[in-house]
């Protein structure tokens, strides 16, 4: 009974060892760049709910933000979203 517990606990601490870590905010003139790009002729649609914390679908085409290499940005659904490239994380949706 000992071991089952302890396997459980051990389970549940780990949980927290792999919750993704949140990104941090992006620089201003980032955002700034992304706010005056112009929406698509095709706009691009998923039926993916679009939330910062979750991932985009990783077949979308990103776009690299100047001066910040660690962020791309899309156009989804309407909207102007700044992302990981590595992961396809939503960072920030520019309003």
Known sequence: MKNIVLAAALVAGAG????QQPTAA???KAVDFV???PMPANPVQV???IAVGQPIPNNLVLSPIPDT???AFAI???KRLIVDPKTFVVVRIVE
Do not use: I, M, T, Y
């Not at 927290?16 to 919750?19: C, P, Q, R, T």
């Open 16 to 19: 927290g060892a792999f919750a």
């Open 26 to 28: 992006p620089p201003d």
């Open 35 to 37: 706010s005056r790009q």
């Open 47 to 49: 039926s993916e709910k």
């Open 69 to 71: 290499p660690n962020l």
């Open 76 to 78: 989804v659904n309407q």
